[in-house]
């Protein structure tokens, strides 16, 4: 079947203009005698709104009336689409999450997707209909309606196009693509054209926020091809996100993520023995807070400082369990740190060429940049660094690999 699936995203269907925009190049699509399948997420900030609502009536929710509630914003714009289609004489037909065969777990609110009954969408798409499909949502096991978390869209696509076996699932955005870093900070930064799926991962993971990881991830077990286009620019080929090619190791360094969602913890004086880092991170995690970056250093008497990242928005819930619990983690003081930020450069190419780490903290160091922490993987060098150096170090590093004249990718 010579199908495709689409994903517009808030911003793409913020008004009847634009949803008619998309109608527009749908028709070009069918004309052409593809079978489309389009998800969509809520017109523009119409989800913010019903969180909204819901937080006028009740402090605390019901969460199975909250997905109820929320799940309504992606029922609005997909039958928007499905009339405008029909009235141009299309024939097009909108779907619900639950009418789409989306089956998740129990989950209220952030919900996994078990399984796709897709026959009733392929008797459809062979009738010749548009299938247009709400994102963000499914029904579990009780006949509820549930939602997939912030982003969900994305991962109804990848599903989907995944249980179609279609030919690619197409996300569109308010951007061309990927690029090597953000342009709002490096001027010189580039489109990329391709980037395998363990990239694309590392850099959702790091603070590129053009695709949400739980798609990626999806994407990547299932062999979906993906693409980053632009919703109201017809004439770009986006980026193509796919599985790793023995030619695409040339490319060095793909790009450079940064995440400016850091804060450091150092506790200082913890006794230097086999069993601290549990007495520390144990209670950290019983608290559901995310620790990233670690590093131990050894001190002298038997003492070490013990230094770790959590999000900014933890720091100050941290910092109460890591008080509370004094006594077990046995430290003399915590110091704690919020303008930090963490710049990771990200490439395939890592795993067959050596001294990036090296030429990187050259870098660095010739323009002034002190690194705090390190962290490395097989395609990965994260540094953390203090916020007020974020722009001279992206600025300095996308030179330094020559990012701005990188050949793409086949």
């Known amino acids: 079947m010579n199908l495709v699936v689409k994903k517009y995203g808030g911003t793409s269907v ?19 005698k593809k079978k489309l399948v389009v998800v969509l997420s809520a017109m523009g900030n119409s989800t913010d709104k019903l969180v909204n609502l819901s937080s006028r009536v009740s402090k605390n929710p019901n969460t199975r009336d909250f997905d109820m509630l929320l799940s309504s914003g992606e029922q ?31 989950d209220y609110s952030n919900a996994r997707i078990l399984s796709i009954d897709t026959k009733r969408i392929k008797a459809d798409l062979k ?13 579990n096991n009780r006949g509820d309606i549930t939602t997939l978390g912030r982003g969900g ?51 959702a993971g790091l603070g590129s926020r053009v695709l949400q990881l739980r798609s990626v991830e999806f994407a990547s077990k299932y062999n979906v091809p993906l693409r980053v286009l632009h919703a109201h620019n017809s004439n770009n080929i986006g980026t ?24 450091e913890i150092i506790i200082k004086g913890v006794k230097d023995q086999p069993g601290v880092a549990s007495k520390i991170l144990g209670p950290i995690g019983d608290a559901n807070i995310e620790v990233d970056m670690i590093v131990q250093n050894v001190g002298s008497d038997g003492l070490a400082d013990f230094t ?25 003081n915590i110091e704690s740190k919020r303008n930090i930020v ?69």
């Open 14 to 32: 913020a008004s009847i203009a634009k949803i008619s925009k998309i109608a527009e190049n749908l028709i070009d699509e069918y004309n052409s």
């Open 76 to 106: 609005v714009s997909v039958s928007l689409l499905s009339m405008i289609l029909n009235e141009r004489g299309i024939a097009a037909k909108s779907y619900t999450g639950w009418q789409a065969g989306i089956k998740t777990n129990i």
């Open 127 to 139: 009738k010749g209909f548009v299938v247009v499909v709400a994102g963000f949502q499914g029904i």
């Open 153 to 203: 869209s994305d991962t109804t696509a990848v599903a989907l196009a995944a249980a179609l076996k279609a030919q690619e699932c197409q996300i569109y955005t308010d951007v061309d693509g990927v690029y090597t870093t953000d342009p709002r900070v490096c001027a010189k930064a580039k489109r990329i054209d391709v980037l395998t799926y363990e990239e694309m991962l590392e850099m």
């Open 240 to 263: 193509l996100i796919k599985k790793e090619e023995k030619n695409m190791e040339g490319a060095l360094i793909s790009g450079i993520a940064f995440t400016k969602d850091e804060s």
């Open 308 to 332: 770790f990242t959590v999000s900014r928005n933890s720091l100050n819930k941290a910092v109460k369990v890591i008080e509370k619990h004094k006594k077990i983690m046995g430290y003399q």
């Open 342 to 410: 963490k710049v990771s450069l990200v490439g395939v190419g890592m795993r067959s060429h050596a001294g990036i780490a090296s030429k990187m903290f050259k870098c660095l160091a010739k323009n002034k940049v002190n690194i705090r922490m390190i962290s490395t993987s097989e395609i990965k060098i994260s540094v953390v660094i203090d916020q007020k150096n974020l722009e001279i170090a992206v600025k300095a590093l996308h030179n330094e690999f020559k990012l701005d004249k990188k050949k793409n990718r086949a």
